[in-house]
């Protein structure tokens, strides 16, 4: 707190005033709720976990390059001049970081080699959630909330470690690891659904 400026602690501040004076909090993950239950001194009775949207698996095609998908904001926490280091390095692939409207780039992904996202940080990474429905491999950040979820099914890094990221593409790249993470992530077959979402929703409500 010291660090702050006096807007941060006044934001701060306000912002666990009605963290703390709300009738429940839903958070999308129990990584996610514990972050804030310290952060900001919460009671963990007050709180929820409701997982976010799992849709089921779409059509899938085999991939007609070596493109690995990292598109995201461009920010700082992205860690996407990491990304940027690392491809520059390997030759035998290709990072494509541009946004597309959302039918494209279900499209991109569908056709795509791999998923690539080494945020510092992300809760429940749409991008993550996209690559399964599409049975694509991928690299993700350890530090995610949805972890516990999908640990089975990819290959996790440290943001931070370089050499980490590389030799994490380097193994997509041969053909029979690609085999095998791509068999992992068609065999996850969890759904949770919009439906299910409103239900639980409802559930937390009539329980206040």
């Known amino acids: ?12 501040n306000l912002t666990k005033w009605t963290l703390n004076n709300v009738s429940r909090v839903i958070f999308s993950t129990e ?6 239950i310290e ?29 690995f998908i990292a598109s995201s904001r461009n920010l700082v926490w992205k860690n996407l001049d990491m990304l940027k280091i690392v491809f ?10 541009d946004s597309l409207p959302f039918d494209e780039f279900m499209n991109k992904i569908n056709s795509s080699y791999a ?19 599409y049975n694509k491999p ?25 050499k980490e990221i590389e030799n994490a593409v380097i ?5 029979e690891e690609y085999g095998k993470w791509r068999q992992k992530v068609k065999n996850f077959n969890f759904i949770h659904t919009w ?10 409500w009539k329980h206040l």
């Open 31 to 36: 990584w996610q709720r514990g972050i804030f």
């Open 171 to 175: 193994k997509l790249l041969n053909k």
């Open 39 to 67: 952060a900001y001194s919460m009671e963990r009775i007050k709180t929820s976990v409701i997982e976010n949207y799992f849709g089921p698996k779409e059509a899938d095609f085999p991939p007609q390059n070596n493109t």
């Open 115 to 133: 998923i690539i996202l080494a945020s510092l940080g992300d809760v429940s990474p749409n991008l993550i959630l996209d690559a399964i429905r």
């Open 138 to 162: 991928f690299i993700c950040t350890k530090e995610v909330g949805i972890l516990d979820r999908i640990k089975d099914i990819g290959i996790f890094v440290d943001p931070l470690n370089e």
């Open 1 to 12: 707190m010291d660090n702050l400026s006096k807007k941060e602690k006044m934001i701060f």
């Open 195 to 204: 439906e299910e979402i409103a239900d639980e929703i409802i559930n937390v």
């Open 88 to 97: 520059n390095k390997i030759k035998l692939a290709d990072l494509f970081l």
